[in-house]
């Protein structure tokens, strides 16, 4: 014993313990060569001084623990036992990239195969939420990727989103179609004013249904494609109905739209229906419907693209955000300003289906397909035409030989080039 305590290759020996007449004792460490030998300096040292596994468990720093557990992934055996792994080198380098996603220069020339994980990532970590963040970081996303983040937006009657996101609705770009009914937008709204921006000129759908426009925040939509041909020169299907201050006044500034293909106007304030029908006939081949169009049931425009989720956190947090503020109705507390009495009224909804709204009374007009005026079609017209010449009861032989011989011309025309012929030609 006294030589395990005067050896120097044991630097820390510990408490040692002695069994003498059946008691257990600790031996005394104040013994001067035991002293001696532990107060030389140790060569190495692992861990610094004070390092304690306990104190690193209990820290109340939620960074410092979300640091520690972020690097493993927990999961259960069927025993109960709890079994962690590290995790990838991709997923650690993925997940600090999206903690930092708004200090990125750019991404143009980045995998987009990546970019959607990073995108999902700090997705997941609600980056996009943040106020300054969140907008750098979308328009890093969106300057490089375009329609993949998104490329098709439905705002409908999500107007306190549109107030409360405004800048990071403006940052999509290449979007197709756009969804703002029910959002009383008006005509001075800045958002109206960016839709004749270049960044949207791909926008080929359109709905503005009851949004409080006029003949003046139609004439400003409709600008710089009459006046430089540029902005929603691209635009096949608008929906303007539910906004009784558009007048005829208003619908003739529709006719620089040379690609509209369906219109909807339905609900407006327009006093000559007539005139507006043979107007929008003549200027841009726009037929009135009879029956209802699908298109504009509402149901195609979805929000679709990489950001679909961002837009239902936005609306969350707006709401969440709104919710303190109404411990009263907003017209309640309007009310009580300005001293004014309560009146009951109905709440207001958006019009989307008027089930009282007759299918004469809906003005949706559409253009027409025109016939396809190849072989094959007047190959079929020239048969049901002999075939109804035959049908007819010719009184003279002479004539029925003079309408043959007369048709024999016309029946080369139409069937020198076969089904396939025409196929061909059409293949190029």
């Known amino acids: 014993m006294s030589y395990y305590l005067s050896s120097e290759n044991h630097l820390d020996p510990g408490p040692i313990y002695v069994r003498e007449n059946g008691q257990l004792h600790m031996v005394n460490l104040a013994l001067d060569g035991v002293r001696s030998s532990l107060q030389k300096?140790?060569?190495?040292?692992?861990?610094?001084?004070?390092?304690?596994?306990?104190?690193?468990?209990?820290?109340?720093?939620?960074?410092?623990?979300?640091?520690?557990?972020?690097?493993?992934?927990?999961?259960?055996?069927?025993?109960?036992?709890?079994?962690?792994?590290?995790?990838?080198?991709?997923?650690?380098?993925?997940?600090?990239?999206?903690?930092?996603?708004?200090?990125i220069d750019s991404l143009i020339g980045f995998p987009e195969q990546i970019a959607e994980k990073l995108f999902s990532a700090a997705e997941a970590r609600q980056k996009f939420t943040e106020p300054g963040a969140g907008l750098r970081a979308l328009q890093k996303f969106t300057e490089a990727y375009g329609s993949l983040v998104l490329c098709s937006l439905c705002l409908r009657n999500r107007y306190l989103v549109i107030s409360e996101k405004l800048e990071e609705i403006k940052s999509f770009r290449e979007l197709t179609c756009?969804?703002?009914?029910?959002?009383?937008?008006?005509?001075?709204?800045?958002?109206?004013?960016?839709?004749?921006?270049?960044?949207?000129?791909?926008?080929t759908q359109l709905h503005l249904k009851d949004n409080c426009l006029s003949d003046a925040g139609v004439r400003k939509m409709t600008a710089p494609v009459r006046v430089m041909k540029r902005g929603l020169e691209n635009?096949?299907?608008?929906?303007?109905?539910?906004?009784?201050?558009?007048?005829?006044?208003?619908?003739?500034?529709?006719?620089?739209?040379?690609?509209?293909?369906?219109?909807?106007?339905?609900?407006?304030?327009?006093?000559?229906?007539?005139?507006?029908?043979?107007?929008?006939?003549?200027?841009?081949?726009?037929?009135?419907?009879?029956?209802?169009?699908?298109?504009?049931?509402?149901s195609n425009c979805k929000t679709e693209g990489w950001a679909d989720q961002i837009v239902l956190q936005w609306e969350r947090v707006t709401a969440e955000a709104v919710k303190p503020r109404e411990t009263l109705e907003p017209r309640t507390a309007a009310q009580r300003f300005y001293g004014k009495r309560s009146r009951a009224e109905a709440p207001l909804k958006c019009p989307l289906t008027d089930p009282h709204m007759n299918s004469s009374e809906k003005l949706q007009f559409y253009k027409e397909k025109a016939p396809d005026c190849h072989g094959p079609v007047l190959k079929h017209e020239a048969i049901s035409s002999q075939e109804s010449k035959k049908s007819k009861k010719r009184p003279f032989e002479e004539s029925e030989t003079e309408q043959n011989n007369s048709s024999q011309p016309s029946k080369q025309k139409y069937v020198c080039l076969a089904v396939d012929d025409w196929d061909l030609l059409n293949s190029y």
């Open 41 to 103: 300096p140790r060569p190495f040292r692992l861990f610094p001084k004070g390092f304690s596994v306990e104190l690193c468990m209990n820290r109340e720093d939620d960074t410092a623990r979300k640091e520690k557990t972020d690097h493993f992934i927990f999961t259960y055996t069927r025993e109960g036992n709890l079994r962690y792994s590290a995790k990838s080198l991709f997923s650690l380098v993925l997940g600090f990239i999206s903690d930092n996603v708004d200090h």
């Open 178 to 203: 756009l969804d703002l009914s029910c959002c009383k937008l008006g005509d001075e709204h800045e958002l109206l004013e960016h839709l004749t921006n270049e960044a949207l000129s791909s926008v």
């Open 235 to 298: 635009l096949t299907l608008l929906d303007l109905s539910c906004n009784p201050e558009i007048t005829d006044a208003g619908i003739g500034y529709l006719f620089s739209f040379r690609k509209l293909n369906c219109l909807d106007i339905s609900g407006t304030g327009l006093k000559d229906i007539k005139t507006v029908k043979h107007k929008l006939q003549t200027h841009i081949g726009l037929v009135h419907s009879k029956v209802p169009l699908k298109e504009f049931d509402h």
